[in-house]
């Protein structure tokens, strides 16, 4: 139920359909209920201030209000999920949606789906980035009746209505359990025609993040899709489709009712690409400003970044724009060749040592445990980022994380060459993420490295400073940070116990979380 292209899989559904007629818009009373679930994601749900809003929900949702009763129930902000699962399903939902990524968060899922069919016999639907990488395996978990992959907006919409209403499967997107004919490809979601978000089925002030002291960000998702083609990314898979975008005008609308109904003072476009249309973008920025708001934006590509003068640079940090994230995934040119990532390791560092002369951050992600990568490859990304703190005080990069060969990607065939396995139950998908990585240690570092890397690699620069919220967290890691520089630089990767400190005091403060909700 993300956002992508639509294609939907179900076991009890007979032949597949489209355009279903459905009822306008009814009386509340006479509403069918819609249950719209998101599961725990993991670490992130812990270290950040707040969630981020669940747009994939929220989107998913913004074709059935009208028809439906839609009830969200969000586990990173409900306090008792439980109750709140046993109060929606007292009401009979036609249906059960939740949305997946790869890692914690399928884990999550089917602690919740055995909830579920513990209670009622619902049919419980699986939509999301995970579902749309791996249908198949998802669909075969006994406790999933359907899966949604794709742009959610559409096939959730006509789905709820067969189930709901008892209208025929015509469509040929919905599929036999035993149906093995690929799904045909939908006409893609027209994201500038699409209804508003129903920001009415959440508290939006569960979801304001502060960042860096700047407070109640709210996420936005302008465009879809990335035309970059990197190997290891979903985009490869072809699951976004083109890149698409909504117009200014119609982002500046949408702007004006994060700030003025939801309480926003910044904003965080969480585009693929937000910058695939330069002028595009500045024309947003500039009604940011217009707004007094701040903003960070997810997706930029270093090449386009690179290509901006200093003119263009210094009136987007005008604008209020607080930071950027880039994919620079490794420090080896012959990884980034292997992985199609522009430009070379060197101009990397040319690029982000240029950044230094503008206010904002320059966030950079990293990943490790390629298929063919080589430990030597593996100290060239951490002499890179060792490189890059030195370049430029605002940059700042992710935690180390493991490569995990989503299926249909580029590189996916030669990570199964290279001994990286595909799990064959939904349950093996959900132990295995970009912090655990999936069993495979192609480079022969060992286990421990991978771990003390991500924890390094966390704590070397002051982003969680600009993330946490908790002063004792942050003056923690504020006095870690020299200690996790020094070992960086020295590559003392070994007796790390203060990982299990940290872990610790990791797990304590998620279990007092979840126990508060």
């Known amino acids: 139920m993300l956002l992508y292209h639509v294609e939907t899989y179900g076991k009890k559904c007979g032949p597949a359909f489209r355009e279903t007629p459905r009822p306008d818009i009814m009386p509340a009373s006479e509403k069918p209920l819609l249950l719209l679930i998101h599961p725990y994601t993991g670490f992130w749900d812990s270290y950040r201030s707040a969630p981020s809003l669940p747009l994939n929900l929220l989107h998913a949702a913004s074709l059935l209000t009208g028809a439906f009763d839609v009830s969200i129930v969000d586990l990173r902000v409900t306090r008792d999920w439980r109750a709140a699962l046993r109060d929606a399903l007292a009401r009979n939902p036609c249906l059960a949606g939740l949305t997946m990524m790869t890692g914690p968060s399928v884990e999550s899922s089917i602690e919740i789906m055995k909830y579920i069919k513990g209670r009622s016999s619902v049919p419980v639907v699986c939509g999301g980035p995970h579902a749309t990488m791996v249908p198949d395996t998802t669909l075969d978990h006994p406790l999933v009746d359907y899966v949604v992959t794709g742009a959610g907006e559409t096939a959730i919409a006509d789905l709820a209505a067969a189930l709901a209403w008892g209208q025929p499967l015509e469509n040929p997107q919905i599929l036999h359990e035993n149906k093995s004919a690929p799904p045909a490809r939908a006409p893609l979601f027209d994201i500038e025609s699409a209804p508003d978000l129903p920001y009415h089925l959440i508290n939006p002030r569960d979801y304001h993040q502060t960042f860096d002291g700047v407070k109640r960000f709210l996420s936005m998702e302008t465009s879809r899709g990335c035309n970059r083609g990197c190997a290891h990314c979903y985009n490869s898979a072809d699951r976004t489709g083109p890149w698409r975008a909504q117009s200014p005008a119609r982002v500046f609308e949408r702007l004006k009712r994060l700030k003025n109904e939801l309480g926003a003072n910044a904003v965080y476009f969480v585009d693929d690409n937000f910058f695939m249309n330069v002028p595009r973008a500045l024309e947003i920025a500039d009604a940011v400003m217009r707004l007094g708001m701040k903003w960070q934006v997810q997706g930029i590509d270093l ?93 700042r990069n992710s935690p180390v994380y493991q490569y995990v060969p989503f299926p249909g990607t580029l590189i996916a065939e030669s990570a199964q060459r290279n001994g990286f396995p595909k799990p064959q139950r939904l349950e093996d998908w959900g132990r295995i993420s970009y912090e655990r990585g999936c069993g495979v240690d192609h480079p022969g570092l060992g286990a421990g490295f991978y771990r003390a890397l991500y924890f390094l690699t966390l704590f070397n620069d002051r982003k969680s400073n600009e993330y946490l919220s908790d002063p004792a967290l942050r003056a923690l890691s504020r006095a870690y940070q020299p200690i996790a520089r020094f070992r960086l630089k020295h590559e003392l990767f070994q007796l790390t116990p203060e990982i299990l400190a940290y872990e610790m005091i990791n797990a304590r403060r998620g279990n007092k979380a979840r126990s508060s909700r």
């Not at 990943?367 to 605002?394: H, S, Y």
């Open 303 to 395: 090449q386009t970044l690179g290509a901006m003068d200093d003119a263009t640079l210094r009136h987007l940090a005008d604008t209020g724009l607080l930071r950027v994230n880039i994919g620079i995934e490794s420090g080896s040119d012959r990884v980034r060749a292997m992985i199609r990532k522009k430009p070379s390791a060197n101009e990397v560092l040319d690029i982000v040592r240029r950044m230094r002369k503008f206010p904002f951050i320059v966030y950079c992600s990293f990943i490790v445990n390629f298929p063919g990568e080589t430990a030597d490859d593996v100290k060239k990304t951490v002499r890179l980022i060792r490189a890059l703190c030195d370049a430029n005080p605002r940059f």
